[in-house]
């Protein structure tokens, strides 16, 4: 009898050690939040800054020396093609085109007499008062007198038309942004010489210029359309086209340089302003989203832990795509039906066993 409850007593404490046992593996496991990937929109929407410049824009310089005049328009002044924004006074060229007439006229008179010669001397020849050579002289001679007239004209001519930019002119249909001078002004030809003398724009149409990530480069197409956003216009979208690309990724942002295309005929959008453009583009297909939250990071490269059968955890391997903030594309490594652990611990290891609280549908936005 003894015997019999000495082991029951022990059958007893064994049965309360085992499941004493099981209460503190059960205690030691980790609770653990799942997520599934899901399939991100078939469009999605990128905003990135953008520079706004004229459709032209032009610094107007001198094309000659001298003082200005005067001017005819000053900022704001919407010109015409060819209409006169200022006029130079030359008085050093104009003393360069005297002196370039009188030598024309002396080369022309010295000519005339050379002809004359030159006619008289085939004269004489006819009855051979002088020499063929004589005569051949006098010809040549002409032809060099002929040949000093074209020079003297072709010098009058460069300096006449060297005279005509005294005329400052737009070469565009635009407005005036700039005027850099005024009168009595000393002006030097050349862009090297300093400010431009007037400035005008045509901002019938106006360029966009963005600097996309090269995440996001092959996602961008000639003729997409695009929404633009001022701060100025608040609850106003623009509609703009995008006109061409770089087709070049710039090393040093690793962006590439789109630019978009803008009607503004009722002049409502400035030139040199900030706009927020708005992107359209198609989503990459087979691609998962997951919350950033669940990733790993690790020397053995960035994972994602899975509970897999018996509760047993699996890490994966995954290839990232782009960064969406809290959410981040996977490309490769996960499968639609994974339970990916959401916020696990920096020290959760392959086979760990876990116990599941939640399991969420979708990424956390």
């Known amino acids: 009898m ?33 997520v599934h990937p899901q399939y991100g929109p078939s469009m999605q ?7 706004v410049t004229a459709y032209i824009d032009a610094p107007i310089y001198a094309r000659v020396n001298g003082y ?43 000519l005339e007499l050379a002809n004359i010669t030159a006619k008289r001397w085939q004269n004489l020849l006819v009855s051979d008062s002088v020499s063929r050579q004589s005569v051949d002289e006098k010809t040549a001679d002409a032809k060099a007198k002929q040949d ?10 460069t300096l006449l038309a060297q005279q005509a930019f005294n005329r400052v002119v737009s070469p565009f249909d635009g407005v005036v942004t700039e005027r850099n001078t005024d ?19 045509d901002i019938h149409k106006l360029r966009i210029y963005v600097d996309v990530p090269q995440s996001y480069a092959s996602l961008i197409q000639e003729k997409m359309k695009a929404k633009l956003y001022f701060p100025e216009h608040p609850g106003k979208a623009y509609t703009a086209t995008l006109t061409s690309t770089a087709n070049a990724v710039r090393v040093a942002s690793r962006t590439m340089a789109v630019e978009l295309q803008m009607d503004n005929q009722n002049g409502e959008v400035l030139p040199g302003t900030y706009a927020e453009v708005h992107f359209e583009m198609p989503s990459r297909s087979n691609v998962f989203m997951i ?6 990071f690790r020397k053995e490269g960035l994972q994602v832990a899975i509970v ?12 990232i795509g782009r960064d969406l903030g809290r959410i981040e594309e996977v490309i490769n ?23 599941v609280k939640s399991d969420q549908h979708g990424a956390k936005s």
Request: glycine content about 8%; cysteine-free; overall charge negative.
């Open 333 to 355: 490594g996960l499968d639609a039906n994974d339970k990916i652990i959401d916020s696990p611990s920096d020290s959760i290891a392959q086979g760990e066993v876990v116990r």
């Open 45 to 51: 929407e990128l905003i990135l800054p953008g520079n």
């Open 2 to 34: 003894a015997i019999t409850v000495a082991v029951t007593g022990v059958v007893s404490r064994l049965h309360h050690d085992k499941e004493l046992h099981k209460e503190l593996v059960r205690a030691n496991i980790d609770t653990v939040n799942v």
């Open 291 to 296: 919350p950033a939250s669940t990733l790993l």
């Open 183 to 201: 009168i009595g002004k000393l002006i030097n030809l050349g862009s090297n010489s300093g400010q431009a003398l007037f400035r005008v724009a």
């Open 148 to 157: 000093l007239v074209n020079a003297a004209k072709a010098n009058l001519e």
């Open 308 to 319: 897999g059968p018996d509760n047993k955890v699996i890490l994966k391997h995954i290839v």
């Open 68 to 110: 200005l005049k005067t001017w005819y328009t000053d900022i704001g002044a919407r010109v015409k093609k060819g209409e006169l924004l200022g006029i130079i006074e030359t008085p050093e060229l104009d003393e360069e085109i005297m002196r370039a007439r009188a030598t024309l006229a002396t080369a022309q008179s010295n």
